[in-house]
């Protein structure tokens, strides 16, 4: 993958123990555009540790082949079941080593605040978020044609695209007397 015509190249990855999703955009100047994406299936693998090390060595490849700049990743949310909790977040564990081992910085966004991020709607569906991103990044019927675990992992890259024209404010004010006293160059008489 040749880097010269990109800025930035973001690896979403939606984690998953029985299916984990992959998601890869370029993006160039406020424009993303869809390089990749798919799933890496691990069911017929019985052990939860070779499942571990599966993820490991697919999450490696990826990275190796994509080059990312920067990958996001959909972080776990409470299941009622605690097993199903602590596999879950140790396959996002795996996954974020990879990138670690490749000096890939790494940010977790929330399912909600990705579902905000595409469609406006915290509580969107599965299909919303995968429609909006159709629509958005101009992707075709038969690209679209891929397990939601794909496009939720889009959808993660997409809100860190979306994120990074947003810097987070260093400053957390408690009123505006305190952000009019703090911010005195600001204000115009």
């Known amino acids: 993958m040749n880097k010269s015509n990109l800025e930035k190249i973001i690896l979403g990855v939606d984690p998953g123990t029985n299916v ?39 999450m490696t490849s990826i990275i190796d082949s994509y080059k990312p700049d920067e990958m996001a990743i959909e972080a776990p949310f409470y299941h009622k079941n605690v097993q199903s909790m602590l596999k879950l977040g140790r396959a996002q564990g795996v996954a974020i080593t990879a990138a670690i081992m490749r000096d890939i910085p790494i940010t977790e966004y929330e399912p909600r605040k990705i579902k905000v991020a595409i469609t406006g709607n915290g509580s969107a569906s599965k299909e919303q978020v995968a ?9 075709s019927k038969e690209d679209m044609d891929v397990q939601f675990d794909a496009t939720d992992a889009l ?3 997409y809100c860190h695209f979306i994120q990074m024209g947003k810097p987070e404010v260093e400053h957390k004010f408690s009123s505006w007397k305190d952000f009019v006293q703090k911010n005195t160059d600001k204000i115009h008489k």
């Open 20 to 58: 984990m999703g992959y998601g890869v955009l370029s993006v160039v100047g406020n424009k993303a555009q869809l390089i990749a994406m798919g799933v890496i299936e691990l069911k017929k693998y019985e052990s939860h540790y070779l499942r571990l090390g599966r993820i490991f060595e697919r």
């Open 131 to 139: 429609g909006m991103l159709q629509r958005m990044l101009k992707i």
């Open 155 to 157: 959808g993660a890259a």
